[in-house]
Structure formats: structure tokens, C-alpha cells
DNA sequence: TATGAATGAGGGTTCATTCAT
DNA sequence: AATGAATGAACCCTCATTCAT
């Protein structure tokens, strides 16, 4: 017998820790795809409970209810979304970063199908905590934009006139709006190559010098 | 009596319609206000009775269902909306109607805010006459702006080199998007003075001449 | 003017009983139909109004509320029940009497669907009147029976030792039956003429001396 | 310890699987004593749930809806009369056969009184796969009685002239009739033993050799 | 820790009946 | 006498949440 008796005691604990955050997991998957297909009305406790392969009250044990699960779930996809359009390295000028950021965005909506849900702002539930939960994500996201914006005035690459807040926001939005395309599936809200191209040199053109 | 029989007859029905006109504007009105405060999943039938003044069961003299409410609601207001945005004989210069249409698209979405609702998508509803009916007023919408910019090009105003109806496009959702602020009522998304104005200078400076 | 003044008084009085009682008669056929198709509590009053080419109002003048119009139609359609069985002259026999009542009564169905809802006591609405209108004319028409069978076995055509009463009982119960599927259409329970034939043997058979 | 390590590992789940089965059965007996009495239409769910001692949804873990409630109280309610007819070994001659099973078809109906509403096939609901239900049923035991009948033409006991199917077909419907009226309680219909006797005789007398 | 049976408030909708016109 | 708009109680059913096991 190897392991110690000191070991054997905490081990199963910690075993018991993975299965539980495994099952945890197992959850905010299941979430992620009922939001999605269906909306926070539409996906109910069961089906969550179901598709994660779990009892209807183990859900209870990890969300306070219902609501708790969506604010988690929103967090976490925010959290994702804002990584993942940081400024690669190679995104040497202001505006291929600028580009690149709203190319990124799209791919990853695409990928991960939820989180428009949360960019336009679904009513009929508490929105208080959750709105908070995406402020905290989305302002420092308009933050670095800015701080892009404010790079290329600087390079003489953009306007010098800017409102770097308020154009900052305005790109933000674009950025939403075209990300959560992908979501909609709307044949009259086209996410097409065409039209992400045509937006990204419509921000483009709103900020570069003439 | 310079009333003739007929319309002698005819009067108290009159009198009747109108009481009941009456009576499904003031549902209609009631709808609006619980839909847009509340969503659709979110807004009740017995509270939009309760507004409205009326049972429950009038509800389902005017209207199917919720759902056909919901419809009617929407189509009216898109209606409008649209009509609102109409550019006005003094915008001389294509640039001045786009500048009015994202304007008075603010103006009138603050004046009636469960428009946004529409333009957001709200899920969770069998949405496919909904978008129907918003797809018959917003394609329409775009036809619009696309003459503007197909105008501007003409008169060396905007850019040669524009895919009008992807720009048309960009410009509709920007519009959508800053006229729905109003709705939404998030300080994380406001629609300030400023912000507008950023946002319609954005609009020019990404469709016209250096 | 031929006519005195009192014949003009009276005689709009007149038009209007007349047309008073065409109404209520056409009420009444609507309320046959829809009961028939559709049972007391599948039939709605706005329904029947509608068949009616009537208001729905105008039902609460001519009868206390729906049970009371579903009494009416049930004694109306049992006294013509009644009446279409009695024996003819033709009938010489007591058989032949019996054969033909309970013919008479399935043709009879036939054509008036609605009976046999009576017959099989259909529930789920306070009986205790209907059931006693029914009564008044279904121990008559038991009487009627009682008494050819006493003329069969006085004319030794039938059994000396039947017990009249309980026999009568028996035949009555036969005839609903089976003029009762016309109404049921169910194919589990037919009344084709051979299953007619049939029941018409079995009732002889059965009360017929050796 | 008697038991077996996975006796007790099930045995909890027993605890609950039998208190559940236990509450089944106390909505299904409820079910039947408010359908015997009101109807389908008649019995509300709430009225079900109240007789039963649980909560209104609790009937929809176990059951569809309320219909399909109303066809596994039927279901069984057949299977147990169809049982309960069947010929036992001390009815030698085909006619205690026959007169067994129309007594123990009463009898049996006495103690069960929701079976008639089957058997008059009450309407205003999807009476479809009930219908189907019960012709399973019903065919069957019609098979039955014609296969007596044949015994007893073979026996001399029975006349050689029968048209065994329809006659069967008469049989079975006397049997349910006079098995409805204990559930009937209507003076008019009376299902005292005079008339049950009566209906007996008159079934053999219909069948018997002169 | 994990279950899922059980709850019950609340939803949308129907329809017999009334009453102002 | 006749209308039909209006009522509102009552229906069936869903589902987030709890709790005994």
C-alpha cells in the first residue's frame, strides 16, 4: 500500500471534488446549449437537467435558481468572448487591430452561439445582475478599443478629431451587431462574408484620415 | 333634420363601434406598454387586461391569441417607424437624409419604445410571421437608404467605390441599433446626445468623399 | 281600407308572434343539430346562435339557459319518437306490431340522430328534469308494448307466462339499442340490416309460444 | 442477514417506487368515482387531484393528460369486466353459460359503475383510440358468446337457425345494457332482480329450441 | 451528495350568461 | 324584441422549486 493513510483520507475527497465539478460542468453545458436553442423563458430546469444527464434538484446545489445558472453561463461566455478578440501581435497598424478584433468577434460568435442572447439584451427576467456582470466585461472591452483608437491618432493613422469614447462605442456595437448574426440565422440579418467585409471597411473608413 | 334616415339608422351602431375602437385602442395601448416593459414571454394577458381597463376575455374578441396581440402590436409600429424615418423635403443633400433618418429613427423609438423589441429579435416565440412582417417593412427600409447613397455617389457626395446594399445595411443596423437605446435604458448603453452625434458623424465619415 | 282598426291593431301583434315563433323554431333545429353533433357540452350557444342566424342574446328569451333549450329539443324529439312508433292498422298481428314498432323506431333514428343522446342517458349535466320529461314519455310508450304483448298471449300467439311488465321492459331497451347506432356510427356496432333482422328474430323468438 | 447486498441497495428506491405506485392508485380510483359520476367532461383534474389527496400536477407525472387518464381507467375497467364474464366450469349447459355471464356482467357492473360510460360511448372527446380500446375488447367476448352459441347448437340445446353472429351481437348488447343500469340509478331503468330475471329468460327463450 | 416525486401558483384560453343600446 | 360586446369564473396544463429519502 503505497499512499499514506493521511493521502487515502484526502484523496477520496478529492475525487469526490472532480466528480462534483465535472457534474458541475456537465451543467453549464447543458445551459449553454438550451439558452441558446431556446432562450431563458423557453429552456426549462428539466431539459437542463436532462441533457446534462443529472436529477433535477443537483442543479440547485451548484445555482441559487434558475436565473443564478443564466448569469453564470453569460458571465462565462462574456469572459471568452472579450479574451478572445484581444489584439493579436501581428496586428501591427491601429486599424489591423481594429479589423482583426471584429473579424475575431465574428468567428467566435459563430463558434459559440449564446452569447448574443446577452449582446441584445433578452427582457422578461431580472436583467439587474446580469447587466452588471456584462458591464464589468464590456466596458473594459470599449477601453481597449479606445486605447487602439487613441494609438492610431497618435500614428497619424486615424482622424485627430475622434471622440474616442463615443467612437469607441459605436465600434463596439458593430461589433455586437455583426457577431450576433451568426446567432440570429435571419436571412434578412445576412452575416455573409460580403457584408462582414463591407462593415469592417465601413468602420474603417468612419475613423481613418481621409 | 339634416340628417337623413339612413344615417339615423346607423347611428347607434356608430355610437357601438366606437365605444369598442375605443376599447382595442386601449388594449392596443395597454399591449404596448406590457410588451415593452415586460417582453412577451414576461408580459401577462390578465395584466394587459388590467391596464386596459377590460376582462380578460375581450382580449380574445379583438385578437386570437396573445401571439396575434403581439403581431399587431409589432406591425404597427414598424409602420410607423418606418413612416417617421422618411427623409423630409429639406434634407437637400444625401448626407442631411441620412443624418435625419438616424435622428428622427431616435426621436421616434424614445417616443415608443417597444419598437427595439422587434429589432432585436426577441426570441422564444414563434417569430416566423413576426419576421415576415418586419422583413416586409425593413427590406424596404434599406431600399430606401441604398437610393440616399446610390444619390450621394451621383452628386460626388459619398464614395464611388461603395457596395451600396452592404452599406445600406450597415447604416439600417446602426440606425436599429442607437434608436433602440432608448428602450433598453442601460447606462451601459446609452444613447446621450453625444453618442448619437458620434454615431451619425461615424455614418458620414465612413461613406463620404476624403 | 277594408280592414277596421282593431284587425290593424292585432294584426301587428300577429307578424310578430308569427316571426317571434319562426325564430324560436329555428333555434330550435340549430340546437337539434349541434347537440346532435356534438353533445350538450361539446355544443356551444354561440355556436347554435350562429346556425341560427340569431344573436346570441336572443336564446335567453325564448329559454332559461342552455339545459333548459337541451330539455325542450329532448321532449320535442321523444314525443315525435313516441308518435312514429305507434302500431298501424296493418299491424294485425301482435308480432307483426312489435316488428313494426321496432322498425318504425330505427328508421326513425335514422333520420332524427338526436334521440338516442337521450336514450343513452349521456351525463355530466343535471339529469333529474330531462330524466323526468323522458320518463313521462318513455313508461307510456312501455305501457303500449305491455299491452300488444297482453293481446299476443290472449290471441295465443305468445306465451302465457311472460312476465308482461319486465318484458316490455326488455323490448323497449332492444329498440333504443338498436335504433340508437344509427346515431353512434361506430362500426365496432353496426345496424345493418341483417343485425336488424336479427334483433327483429330474437324479440319473436323470444316471446313467441314454441 | 438474509438479504442480499443488492436487495438492500434496492431497497430504498422500493420504499418510493411502492409510494408511488400507492398514489397511482389513489388517483386512478379517484378518477373513476369522478368520471363514473360527472363524465369526462364533467370531472375537472382539480376535483381528481382533491379526491386523490394530491396536488393537481402530481397527475401529470403519471399520466399525459387528462384524457389519457380517462383511457387507462377505461383500459382497465374493461380487461377486468371481460374477466370477470368469462364461463366458469359449473356452467355445463351453453344457457347457464350464457345466463352466468349476463349475471356476473351485472354484478361485476354493480361494484365498477364507470364501465357503462364505455359501453354507451360517450362523446365529446377523442373517443378514437378509446374506441379502439374497447373494440379489442369487445370483439373478443362478442367471439366468446358466439362460440357458446355454437356448443349449444350442437347440443340440440340451441335452435339450428341462429345467425350465430348477430345473435351474439344481441346478447352482448343486453348484457351491457342491463349491466349499465346499475351505474344509471335511474328509477326509469330500474336493474332490479325482477328484471334481471326477466332479460335472462327472455335471452333464452330467444335461443332455445321451441 | 444526489435524487426525482411532489407541489401549487400562475399561465392562456373558452364560453355561458348578462345588459346597455 | 333584438343585438353582440363584455364579463369573469373555471378549465387544463406547465414548470421552477423544495424536501423526504
Known amino acids: 500500500m503505497p499512499e499514506s493513510n493521511e493521502e487515502i483520507l484526502e484523496e477520496r475527497p478529492a475525487r469526490r471534488r472532480e466528480a462534483s465539478e465535472e457534474r458541475r460542468q456537465r451543467i453549464l453545458e447543458a445551459a449553454r446549449s438550451c439558452f441558446g436553442e431556446l432562450g431563458f423563458a423557453g429552456a426549462t430546469v428539466g431539459e437542463i437537467a436532462r441533457r446534462a444527464g443529472v436529477s433535477n434538484g443537483l442543479l440547485y446545489q451548484f445555482f441559487r435558481n434558475k436565473e443564478h445558472l443564466f448569469e453564470v453561463v453569460l458571465g462565462e461566455i462574456i469572459r471568452d468572448w472579450v479574451r478572445a478578440m484581444v489584439p493579436r501581435e501581428a496586428d501591427e497598424s491601429a486599424g489591423a487591430a481594429l479589423e482583426g478584433m471584429l473579424r475575431r468577434s465574428v468567428d467566435f460568435c459563430r463558434a459559440h452561439p449564446l452569447l448574443p442572447a446577452l449582446l441584445r439584451g433578452e427582457r422578461g427576467l431580472q436583467l439587474s445582475r446580469i447587466q452588471g456582470a456584462s458591464r464589468d466585461r464590456v466596458q473594459p472591452h470599449r477601453d481597449l478599443v479606445a486605447s487602439?483608437?487613441?494609438?492610431?491618432?497618435?500614428?497619424?493613422?486615424?482622424?485627430?478629431?475622434?471622440?474616442?469614447?463615443?467612437?469607441?462605442?459605436v465600434i463596439c456595437q458593430l461589433q455586437s451587431d455583426?457577431?450576433?448574426?451568426?446567432?440570429?440565422?435571419?436571412?434578412?440579418?445576412?452575416?455573409?462574408?460580403?457584408?462582414?467585409?463591407?462593415?469592417?471597411?465601413?468602420?474603417?473608413?468612419?475613423?481613418?484620415?481621409?
Open 178 to 210: 455583426y457577431s450576433g448574426r451568426a446567432y440570429r440565422r435571419d436571412p434578412a440579418f445576412p452575416d455573409s462574408p460580403e457584408i462582414i467585409d463591407a462593415a469592417v471597411r465601413f468602420m474603417l473608413d468612419a475613423v481613418r484620415v481621409g
Open 148 to 169: 487602439i483608437l487613441r494609438r492610431g491618432i497618435e500614428a497619424g493613422e486615424f482622424r485627430a478629431d475622434l471622440d474616442v469614447a463615443s467612437v469607441a462605442d
